[in-house]
């Protein structure tokens, strides 16, 4: 049986990316099959688009990572019924008509939702979470600089931030995405086009306890200078390239814990223990006002091209979804 989905027949540009059609998931042991509402849009998309993110072995070639939809079949005994609405992390084949989601992963949606919100809460929410809570340990009390705040992981890491009591320092590349930070509840905020040292900037503002980065490359020296001891450096991307020099004396004079961290690759007991705070903690803070589903834009995906441009231009201040129902471009 075939279904509609986004598909590529190799690597590159978003102009590879068109509708196409792609055989349909069959209900597998312990996942749910999910006719797929919206889906979205990350910077891992768009790394695998080009070639350099490949999915797992076993996941889907499709991409998309988080989904909200409807369960078309359910295996006999699972918590969900078919008709039920849920969202959650998929391993790739969310741009796609019919998804399968580990019930492990699925969370009932809240009719308090839309579709957009509750397919862009997974990835950003579960990596701001594995990242500040399990890996870094934040506790209230201190300082976390969040790189990139505007992006979607940035947006929700702001937030966890305040909520765990903490105090959040973000860096973004214009003055409208550091108003929308400072929104979010970010202490301080500074641009880092202007700001070619940050580390010193942050130190004269008492220094961070953690640093959440997704830029690497050229950022090491001045994160480990920003860090006060025994802080924690947590890169989980690339956009600044491969590779830097350390400072070895800095790390041990600092006792600073440098931690790689990805989300994807985990195993599935890591993502259902991810999904269980965001079902238990993060949501009902969502609905009760303490925390906020920040959704830039959304695109039926038949424009998924202008999704991925848009986000390749760094434009979006939080997420980005496709969306798999009738909608305008650019509408939340």
Not at 7 to 32: D, S
Not at 127 to 152: C, D, M, P, R, Y
Not at 255 to 263: A, D, P, V
């Given at each position: 049986?075939?279904?509609?989905?986004?598909?590529?027949?190799?690597?590159?540009?978003?102009e590879?990316?068109?509708?196409?059609?792609?055989?349909?998931?069959?209900?597998?042991p312990?996942?749910l099959?999910?006719?797929v509402?919206?889906a979205?849009?990350?910077?891992a998309?768009?790394?695998?688009?080009?070639?350099?993110?490949?999915?797992?072995?076993?996941?889907?070639?499709l991409?998309?990572?988080?989904?909200?939809g409807?369960?078309?079949?359910?295996?006999?005994?699972?918590?969900?019924?078919?008709?039920d609405?849920?969202?959650?992390?998929?391993?790739?084949?969310?741009?796609?008509?019919y998804v399968?989601?580990?019930?492990a992963l699925?969370?009932?949606?809240?009719?308090?939702?839309?579709?957009i919100?509750?397919?862009?809460?997974?990835?950003?929410?579960?990596?701001?979470?594995?990242?500040?809570?399990?890996?870094?340990?934040l506790?209230?009390?201190?300082?976390?600089l969040?790189?990139?705040?505007?992006?979607g992981?940035?947006?929700a890491?702001?937030?966890?931030?305040?909520?765990?009591?903490a105090?959040a320092?973000a860096?973004?590349?214009s003055?409208?995405?550091?108003?929308?930070?400072?929104?979010?509840?970010?202490?301080?905020?500074?641009?880092?086009?202007?700001?070619?040292?940050f580390?010193?900037?942050i130190?004269?503002?008492?220094?961070?306890?953690?640093?959440?980065d997704?830029?690497?490359?050229?950022y090491?020296a001045?994160?480990?200078?920003?860090?006060n001891?025994?802080?924690?450096?947590?890169?989980?991307?690339?956009?600044?390239?491969?590779?830097?020099?350390?400072d070895?004396?800095?790390?041990?004079m600092?006792?600073?814990?440098?931690?790689?961290s990805?989300?994807?690759p985990?195993?599935?007991?890591?993502k259902?223990?991810?999904?269980?705070?965001?079902?238990?903690?993060?949501?009902?803070?969502?609905?009760?006002?303490?925390?906020r589903?920040?959704?830039?834009?959304?695109?039926?995906?038949?424009?998924?091209?202008?999704?991925h441009?848009?986000?390749?231009?760094?434009?979006?201040?939080?997420?980005?979804?496709?969306?798999?129902?009738?909608?305008?471009?650019?509408?939340?």
């Amino acid at each position: 049986m075939m279904m509609q989905a986004v598909v590529q027949q190799a690597p590159g540009g978003v102009e590879t990316m068109e509708i196409g059609e792609w055989p349909r998931p069959a209900l597998a042991p312990g996942k749910l099959l999910v006719r797929v509402m919206a889906a979205g849009v990350n910077r891992a998309d768009l790394m695998q688009r080009a070639g350099l993110y490949p999915p797992p072995p076993g996941a889907s070639p499709l991409l998309g990572l988080e989904v909200a939809g409807w369960v078309e079949e359910a295996a006999d005994g699972s918590a969900f019924q078919p008709g039920d609405a849920v969202f959650g992390l998929v391993e790739g084949g969310g741009y796609a008509e019919y998804v399968q989601l580990d019930e492990a992963l699925a969370i009932a949606k809240p009719d308090a939702l839309s579709w957009i919100e509750a397919a862009t809460l997974p990835e950003a929410w579960m990596t701001a979470w594995f990242n500040l809570v399990e890996k870094a340990g934040l506790q209230a009390g201190e300082t976390a600089l969040i790189h990139a705040g505007a992006s979607g992981v940035g947006a929700a890491a702001i937030q966890l931030a305040a909520l765990l009591g903490a105090q959040a320092i973000a860096s973004a590349g214009s003055e409208e995405k550091l108003a929308f930070c400072r929104e979010l509840g970010a202490s301080r905020v500074f641009n880092y086009r202007d700001t070619p040292n940050f580390g010193e900037l942050i130190k004269g503002w008492g220094g961070a306890d953690m640093v959440l980065d997704p830029v690497g490359g050229g950022y090491l020296a001045q994160n480990l200078q920003a860090l006060n001891p025994d802080g924690r450096l947590v890169n989980i991307g690339l956009l600044g390239g491969l590779k830097a020099e350390l400072d070895f004396g800095r790390l041990l004079m600092k006792r600073i814990s440098l931690i790689g961290s990805t989300l994807r690759p985990q195993p599935l007991t890591v993502k259902a223990r991810l999904a269980a705070a965001l079902r238990d903690t993060i949501l009902p803070a969502i609905l009760d006002g303490r925390l906020r589903a920040v959704v830039d834009s959304s695109y039926p995906w038949g424009q998924v091209q202008d999704a991925h441009q848009y986000m390749a231009e760094s434009r979006n201040l939080g997420k980005v979804a496709l969306t798999m129902f009738p909608t305008q471009a650019g509408e939340a």
